[in-house]
DNA sequence: TTGTATGCGTTATCAA
DNA sequence: TTGATAACGCATACAA
């Protein structure tokens, strides 16, 4: 198949009888031009079906109007919605955005991170895999392009903008659930402290046992990574060992998956035998039977508002960098219902009301 | 905070003391270059730490190394694999990959169409939604450049690739499966028949009745779209028919969402009051109670087919279209296992053996 | 209000 | 083997 050409700007010069100049600024909207010579040029333009070569442009001003998306883990449905809701901002505002996906290798994270910027995109945003090396790639990149990271720590003089999700809070609330319903044996698996979900949500889970005046168990916490691998070992270990927790927070919706195999492998009935809560507002969650209790969050709005940091950052370069926090939430369902009567319990804190 | 400048390739030139031209001679690679100008040209390069400038170099030569991805439904998580497998080829190959997403809305599907051409990808992967005006742009746009479609129809004359899912075959052994269990009133809910992945699976529901001499019952045949919506409200109504299905074959993995809404607002036990078989194969099927029967296919391989397909015709833009078909098969899960009597069955067909 | 000329950073042609 | 220079398509400073 032969590809058609496009046509240029000096063809519809030509076509119109006017210089390239004049063509430009019609189509650009100078406001200088006679309704003349508007005319015509629309006209030729039209005739040709011109449509300005938008990479020629670009090396002319310098700006792309296209934006990076560097996503760690695409197979994370929580990812669909961040990117709808920055590919929502970003295309009513004319950028186009160019995500790529390094799902779970950091090593192909700072390779994407580099192709981006030699691709010329205007800024990127990153929300890279669970991984620690990326400080590396942003340590570099944050002089070169204006960037926002979503829900990962940075270090405190960082020019870098961040949206954060405030896990600590949602988990708090899904422990203290499970603490009024007289568990005390309450396992927390979730991501390394490295990672700033995983770490949130253990601060979250912390703080509630300390406002309950309940010690948390230390063996019950784990923390790995996010994958449902992870979860899976972690679940079995726990469930294995000789005084199994009543209650699960799986700090991870991918990890959840891991849980839910080791449980039912095992026969043992969520919501009966064992409470369970997640993270995160996913189909598997609401259609579970019993359908699973999460602390969730609005990913789509993460997705809209890093976005509007970054072309906000664009449009004034010289702005400080700024933080924005989405709330989340405890969404309560049938698989956190079990309660355990704490009377028969030994060796364990009692709540002090 | 200000930006560092990149180096040019003039700066290069001064520093190592050469002409540009030699500079660029050696960074590309030409063979005619003497070895003590090509350490001088490395080391100034190194030094000044440059980055060809890929816009000016896209100018020049007129290809990006970029490619676009159409992709219709980024919450669908076949998707995921799709864009993964498609990834991984691009980028072992030297091309980056601009994904945007139109979320169902064949508007948004032309306008980001036109969005990857005015960026000047040199091809784009189009896996678009599920209506059918894509026919409109896709005509419009394949003599301007290479495209490859996922599992659409084609006008017979298309110079477009192809790649396709054997969805036929899999529903097939699907139906046959739930007909060898005895069921006579077995229950399609899927897309439009305009829509490829949908008709194909009511053929191979068709072919399977065929073979085994029953005739399908026409009220039992429900296509719509692929939403899960849709889903739920066909269950819904089938469910409160007079005479409801014994089994329900889900043609899509997210209707599968709304089918299993009707079916827990009902109360019906799946596997033990109905069957049910759903299509792809996600958390959701194998981690379901009891786990759920798929139609399954390699969708991270037709990823990796579709983009080689594309890099092909961008190495040899003369070389005729092509069409590549994925294989389908069943996954026989307890969803399915509810078997019919059918003996008490009054005025249905009889298997012929 | 319009046109001329220059340059963005490369690659490629040609001559030396 | 190397260097000067044109060209890719456009936007803009400046001149007219």
């Known amino acids: 198949m032969v590809q058609k050409r496009a046509s240029t ?31 015509r040029v629309l006209k030729a333009s039209a005739a040709l079906e011109y449509d300005p070569h938008s990479i020629a442009r670009s090396l002319r001003t310098g700006v792309t109007h296209t934006v990076g998306f560097l996503v760690g883990g695409i197979s994370n449905p929580v990812f669909a919605e961040i990117i709808k809701g920055a590919s929502d901002v970003a295309h009513a505002n004319g950028y186009a955005v160019m995500m790529t996906n390094s799902e779970g290798d950091s090593a192909i994270d700072a390779a994407q991170l580099t192709l981006l910027v030699q691709r010329r995109v205007d800024g990127v945003i990153v929300s890279t895999t669970d991984e620690e090396s990326e400080i590396f790639a942003l340590d570099r990149l944050e002089d070169r392009i204006p960037l926002v990271v979503l829900d990962r720590y940075l270090p405190p003089d960082s020019s870098v903008s961040a949206v954060y999700a405030d896990h600590a809070h949602g988990v708090a609330d899904a422990t203290t659930h499970l603490l009024d319903n007289g568990h005390r044996a309450i396992a927390l698996i979730t991501g390394s402290r490295a990672l700033r979900p995983a770490n949130e949500r253990l601060l979250g889970f912390l703080r509630a046992h300390e406002a309950f005046r309940v010690t948390p168990r230390p063996d019950l916490i784990c923390m790995g990574n996010l994958q449902p691998e992870f979860g899976r070992k972690a679940a079995s270990k726990l469930l294995e060992a000789a005084s199994p927790p009543t209650a699960i927070i799986a700090g991870g919706n991918r990890l959840l998956v891991g849980v839910l195999e080791s449980l039912q492998a095992r026969g043992l009935r969520v919501g009966d035998d064992i409470a369970l809560v997640s993270c995160d507002d996913v189909d598997l969650n609401r259609l579970y039977i ?64």
Chains 1, 2 share one sequence.
């Open 290 to 353: 019993p359908p699973i209790s999460a602390v969730v969050r609005d990913t789509h709005r993460m997705g809209q508002v890093a976005m509007e940091l970054l072309l906000k950052t664009l449009r004034e370069p010289t702005a400080p960098s700024q933080s924005i926090t989405i709330p989340t939430h405890f969404v309560q369902r049938r698989s956190s219902e079990l309660k355990i009567d704490i009377r028969p319990q030994r060796g364990l804190a009692q709540p002090q009301i």
């Open 9 to 39: 700007i000096v063809e519809v010069a030509r076509r119109s009888r006017v210089s390239v100049s004049s063509v430009s600024r019609v189509l650009s909207g100078h406001p200088d031009v006679s309704q003349r010579m508007r005319e």
